[in-house]
Each structure stands twice: as structure tokens, then as C-alpha cells.
């Protein structure tokens, strides 16, 4: 435990915001995640075993000679460096030929802009506070000559709240460092150090996926929806940092795996698909996790039925082309690998499975997300009606699932459909900004 990036946080002096004013009344404010945890049970969560590490980097020129470096560490940890090699060669000569042939979706258009949404991903992954430090606006506090901000716990989430919508968050959640969930400091980096006392509130960021790119998942026009979101999530995430900085406090990147405070923080639910479902977005969210000084109040998990739900559901393990998805009738305690960490009875997947099928076939897949009923309930009348019906007659879900599957508007190879993409009066970047939360 001394290993981790946080002693436990102090809880004394710890409040609650307002539950009841955070969703529509039927989402629950629950004290405890509606998973079953056993911490005797758990390891370290380690950053190094994601299956995700490292896939990010397949567009770097020296692709092939980077990634013969540290071969122990996520994709190349799973797949080899040899198959890593083959697939990125299949991938070169997939991309060519679906241009070549106009393959709906995934045609000359279709893939540059899928690029061009990439290279904007790609490149905030330059240092962004090296820019913010050539700027003289970067610290008000310091500019002005002034105390850091006061006010009441309640006020400080608010503030954080107002400043992360307006900077591109659908949703924050707000919790605490919890040790338990956190990887070890040694996986940290030569710089990283222990936490102070004092950076114990962890802020959550839900940056909302684009419906009509999600829609249109594992298909070049998906992975451009996929690269968009992804640059949402690294551009509010930094504004809000700033904010953060502006008002006199501290932060830094919660070194956790986000899902689980995203958890703690209630923005959702753990799912069939063993990632968080909000009861607002869906399965379509990417998440972003702050630690900070600034003392704020603080939320509770949520329950929304969804533990039950996806116990009738299954869609997204029928949708899922590589069987990664449980099919079981109940969770488990037992895990499918050493990507998954112990310690609580959920529908574990074989995630090995779908990062080799996501860089074979240049989609960012994302099928099971876009499938969910949960992610696109509010497209319509009916999902309007069957969202709260849902949450609170959860043994339902079978009706739900056949009123999604006969009116549902889920992911699409129609090529007429694909191809509608750009008749379409999208709002900026995609994003429907009516969507309300109640
Ligand atoms: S992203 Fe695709 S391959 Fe991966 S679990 Fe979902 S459906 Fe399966
Ligand atoms: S598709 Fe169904 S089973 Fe899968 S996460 Fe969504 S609600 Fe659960």
C-alpha cells in the first residue's frame, strides 16, 4: 500500500454537494458503488498491463523502430511485437485499399477527415502547459497579487462545475483519493512522488462522444468520432487545470484508472462492457481524472439499474465481432487477464482480443459502446420514456431491449447511411449541446 500515489485521504471535515439537484429523479444517490467489492481480494491496478498503452502511438513515423522499445509495457505487453509488426503492416495495406475502392465510410473524404480529427488528437499530446507558460494570462491569482480564491466547499464545486461545462464537459463528478484504486508510485515516472495531505479531491470530466460519429462505429467515419472526443477530453481537461491554477491552487493527473473514481464519483455505472454507463450519455463518454487542493464538496455514487439491466440486456456481447464481451448470465470475481484487476464481481472481457481487432482494422471499434441502449436513449420520444422506465423496473430490460432493437438508432454499415454523414446541420464539433441532463 506505502507504494501508492496517495496515503488514504482524510475524510474529516469531508461534505456533500447537493445529490438531488446533480440528476433526474430516477438516478439514485447510493453510499456505496452498485458493484461488490472486496478489497482482500484486489492487486494494484497497473497502468503497464492496459491493453490500451502504447496504441496511441501508430501514426509516429518511426512507428516500427518505437515500438521495439520497452516491450513489456500495454499493447506490446499483450500482443508481441511481432504481431504488433504484422498488424500495422495489414492496417497500411487496409487503409490504401479501402480508398483505392471507396469502401462507404471509410473513402477518400471520409479518411482525411478521419485524419485530420486525428492530428488534432495527436498533437495535444504536445506539452500543453509549455504553451500556457510562454502566455502571461496563466495564473490571475499571481497576475493580481491576490489570496488564492475563497469560499465554501459548495461554492468551489459550482465554480468547477460553470468552468467545466463551458470548457467542454458534459458532466464532472467530484470524489476523493482513495488509495485502493490508484497505481503504484513506482509506475509513476522517474519524477513521481507521494501526494500531499492536502491534494486529496479528485474532480472527474465525462467529454460526451459525437452521436452521428458514434453511430457510425468501426468504420473510418467512427474512428474519426473516436479521435474528436479523444481531443475534447485532453482540451477541457487542460482548461480546467488552468482554471484551477488561476484561482491559486494546485493540480495534477489523478494516476488511476478513471473508471473507478468515475464510479466513486457517481457519472455512472459499471456495465456488461466492464467500462462506466452514464445514465445521461450512455456508454459514450471518455473520462478525465484531476486531483486538486482546492477544498470542494463532494459526490456520491449512483445507482440506476443498470446492474440488473445489463444482466438482460447482452446486446453489446452479441454486437462485439470478437467475442471480447461476456455472454454469462452473472458477473464474476474471476478475471480474463492481467488487464483486468481483481477484487470486485463484475463481467470481466478479453480485452487482448479487442485491441488486436481495433488496430487490425483501423476503426477504433467501439461497436458494443454504440450499441448500448443506454447511449442513445434520448434520440427519440421513446428512449425518452424508456430511460426512467429502465432505471426503475430494471427486471424490465428485455421489453427495453426490444423497443431499442425495433425503434433504436444504433451503429450502421448502411452505405446510404454512412454516406448521409455529410448532408447532415451538425452543431460544433459534433456535439448536440441541447442535450440537458433532467
Ligand atoms: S470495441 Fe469492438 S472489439 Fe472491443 S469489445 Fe467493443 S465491440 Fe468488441
Ligand atoms: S448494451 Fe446492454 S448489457 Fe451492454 S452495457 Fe449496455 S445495457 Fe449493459
Redesign the pocket.
Known sequence: MEDRMSAVSDQSGIVYRNQKKRYPWWVKSVDEPTIEIDLEKTTPPSIYKSTALVQRFLHRKDYKEFIKRFPNIGTKRHLGVDTLLKTYDHREALVKKMVQEGIPGSTQKDLALAYAAYSLYYDSYIPLEELTERTSFENMTEKAGVQPWQGTPEEASNIIEKAARVLGAGQIGITTVDPNYMYPLSEGGKNAKPLPPEMKYVIMIVTPWLPEGTRRADTGMGFMANRVHTFLEQITSFGLRNFIKGLGYSYTVLHAPWPAFAVISGLGEL???N?V?SPIY??GINLYGIVTDLPLAIDKPIDFG?QT?????????E?CPVGV?SKKDEPSWEVEGEWNTPGKKV?FEKSKACIAYQIKNHSSCSL??A?????KQDISVIHRVAKPLSAKFPWA?SLM?MMDKIFGYGPTKDPKKLEEWWELDLPAFGIDTTRKRH
Do not use: D
Request: glycine letters at 4%; proline letters at 3%.
Open positions: 456495465s456488461r462492457v467500462r454507463v450512455g456508454a443498470l439491466f445489463c444482466k438482460k440486456c447482452k446486446r453489446c456481447a454486437i464481451v463481467f458494443c459502446m450499441v448500448c441502449p443506454w447511449t430490460a431491449v
